[in-house]
Structure formats: structure tokens, C-alpha cells
């Protein structure tokens, strides 16, 4: 064999060269000896870019540049592995695009995630999941009666919000049963926009706030999520469940889709309906670095540091910006009652 033969042989790929490769770039093929193979992934330049709309049983339904009018169902691709791909994703696509019957596309490649909405079965759970990718927004719904409210579900929700990039917006539906007072005082120092429904009207305020936005919706089934989405979007055609006699109502939605709006557009990412919000992944300096005014003083506190004040955290520095700045006060309150919220709290 030449030395060109052995070049071409091995990829094109010279003695030297192989220096430039570490464990992740070769494999073993069984019976076929020890040979370095490289795994270098073409570029795909022919690549369109698409928004994964929807996932069902190892296939994903994608929208060709976030349009509506272009869906595609795709599969993962041979070198992407085990990539986690999700609803809200933006991924690149080679392949049949053309979106029509029995063809198939290939995600080829996963951008990088502006923001993700994760959650644990529990908080002793060390496997979180991604539910949603990219949404600017978490729209939080939780009736004012039937069910009641729970804030320590809102508060976990918020927490993840922080976490993970998005803005919260709180949607309390069914106002004709209650009202929202009391609820609304408690989160005055967390200034979060809340939008409120009515079963007998049409949440025209709600559709303002997320036209143009792409809008991930979590909240306990039975609250009034999938009937917010079907009003919407008209063509959801989404199941909506009647709330059982303890309260608790029936799971409606079982994966996360994104929904079209009408024009002048946006996406709404339903969620399934959860019982629990687990936080295992969430530390308690992720929280705090959504509070830009806490966020520096945070930096000295002592090392694991709860940031919860006295009697747990005595030298916690937070306390020093209140003393500085009065006015922040009950902010602090708020972010540590998040914080608890964070460290087991009750859902109640």
C-alpha cells in the first residue's frame, strides 16, 4: 500500500492528523479490528431551519422557518445520538422538507436554547426533564375556584421561570367565582403581569399579551388551560376536562404541542396538566440572580449560603441591601419565600 492508499483509507486523514482527534471522535467496530474511524459530521449547508411544533413515539412534526402553512415530520438523525430534541426547539433539517404524505425529514443539528422550562417528578429526583425550549414567556393558570389556588404551585413555577430564563405571566381564570384580591397581594413584590379571565368572556387581554410571543401555558388540569387554548386558536380542537368531585382535575393535554396563533401570529406551547413541580435541578443562586438588585450582594455571601437570612443563613449579605434600600424589603421577602418554595416547600 502507498502512502496515498493509506491516506485515502482512513478518511483522508494523515499519522499526524490523528492527534487532533480524542476518544469521542473514534469507535471500535467489532470483528473489524482497531482501526481509528473519524466521526466528522458533515456541515449540511443545505439545511433549512424549523420549529419542533410536536413530538409523538420518536418522531417530531416540525414548521419549516416557523411557518404554520409548512409542517414536516422529521426523525432524528444517525449522528445527533441520544441529542435531547424538544417542543420549541429550533433545529435543522435535511431531507424530503416538502411536507408531504409518508415523507420524512432528518434533524441534523439542535440550536443552542435562548430559554428552557425544566422540571424533576420531584424534588429528590436527580433527572430533570426539559419540557419546553425558546418560549419567552411562561404563562402560569390557576383558577380562583374550582379548583382553588395553590400558591406554592405558582411560587415552584416562578422558580423555574428564574431558572431558566423565561418571564412569568400569571393567568388567573375564572374570576366570575371569585375574586382575585387576595391572591394578587401576595405577589405584589414580585411585580409579575398577570392577566385575568372570566368563563363568560373572551380573553381578548390574554391574546393581546402573547401575539407575537411564543408562550409556553403550565398549570394543574382542571384550572382552565386547554379551554383558554381553544379560544385562542380555534382550531385546536383541544379536549377539556370536567374537574372531579375532590378537586383535582383530568389530565386533557398529555404532551407538549405548539399552536399557531392567528394573525399577527405567535405560538402557544400547551403542557400537560401536573400534579407536582419538582425543582431538584434548581440551586438557590439561580433564583437569585434574577433579582438584579440582590444579585451582586449575593456574590458575598458565605459559601452555600441558603440566602434565607437568619436563623438559617445569619451572615447572609442580602440583608445588608435592604438596610441600604428600605423599599426592598418586601422584594427580599418575596424571593426568599421563593427560595423556600425552592427547598421543599409545600404546594399548597
Known amino acids: 500500500m502507498t502512502r496515498q492508499d493509506y491516506r485515502e483509507d482512513v478518511g483522508g486523514l494523515a499519522r499526524g492528523d490523528w492527534k487532533r482527534l480524542d476518544e469521542s471522535d473514534v469507535r471500535i467496530r467489532p470483528g473489524k479490528g482497531s482501526r481509528p474511524r473519524s466521526k466528522r459530521r458533515p456541515e449540511h449547508a443545505d439545511a433549512v431551519t424549523a420549529m419542533v411544533v410536536g413530538k409523538d413515539r420518536g ?12 409542517v414536516v415530520t422529521a426523525m432524528r438523525a444517525r449522528e445527533m445520538g441520544r441529542v435531547s430534541v424538544v417542543v420549541g426547539d429550533q433545529v435543522a433539517l435535511v431531507g424530503d422538507v416538502s411536507g408531504r404524505p409518508d415523507t420524512l425529514a432528518r434533524i441534523v443539528r439542535v440550536d443552542e436554547r435562548t430559554s428552557v422550562l425544566r422540571r424533576t417528578a420531584d424534588d429528590t429526583d436527580p433527572h430533570e426533564r426539559v419540557v419546553v425550549a425558546n418560549a419567552a414567556q411562561l404563562l402560569i393558570v390557576t383558577s380562583l375556584a374550582d379548583p382553588p389556588p395553590r400558591p406554592g404551585f405558582i411560587d415552584r413555577c416562578l422558580v423555574a421561570c428564574y431558572a431558566g430564563g423565561l418571564e412569568p405571566v400569571l393567568c388567573l381564570t375564572k374570576a366570575d367565582l371569585a375574586s382575585p384580591d387576595d391572591l394578587l397581594a401576595g405577589y405584589a413584590g414580585l ?10 368572556e373572551e380573553p381578548e387581554g390574554l391574546a393581546e399579551r402573547l401575539t407575537g410571543q411564543v ?17 385562542l386558536v380555534p382550531d385546536a380542537e383541544l379536549a377539556t376536562g370536567d374537574v372531579s368531585a375532590v378537586g383535582k382535575g383530568r389530565h386533557t393535554s ?30 438557590a443562586d439561580d433564583i437569585v440572580q434574577a433579582f438584579d438588585e440582590f444579585a451582586e450582594a449575593a456574590e458575598e455571601c458565605p459559601s452555600h449560603c441558603g440566602h434565607l437570612g437568619p436563623p438559617e443563613d445569619p451572615d447572609c449579605a442580602l440583608d445588608e441591601v435592604v438596610l441600604r434600600h428600605p423599599v426592598g424589603a418586601e422584594r427580599l421577602a418575596s424571593l426568599r419565600r421563593l427560595l423556600v418554595s425552592r427547598a421543599g416547600g409545600a404546594e399548597s
Open 59 to 70: 418522531r417530531w412534526t416540525c414548521a419549516v422557518e416557523a411557518d404554520p402553512g409548512r
Open 191 to 200: 411585580a409579575v403581569p398577570t392577566v385575568i379571565t372570566r368563563h363568560d
Open 215 to 231: 408562550t409556553a401555558l403550565v398549570g394543574h388540569s382542571g384550572v382552565g388551560k386547554s379551554t383558554l387554548v381553544n379560544r
Open 254 to 283: 398529555v404532551a407538549a404541542v405548539a399552536l399557531p396563533l392567528p394573525l399577527p401570529g405567535g405560538w402557544v406551547i400547551d403542557t400537560p396538566g401536573v400534579r407536582s413541580f419538582g425543582l431538584a435541578h434548581v440551586t
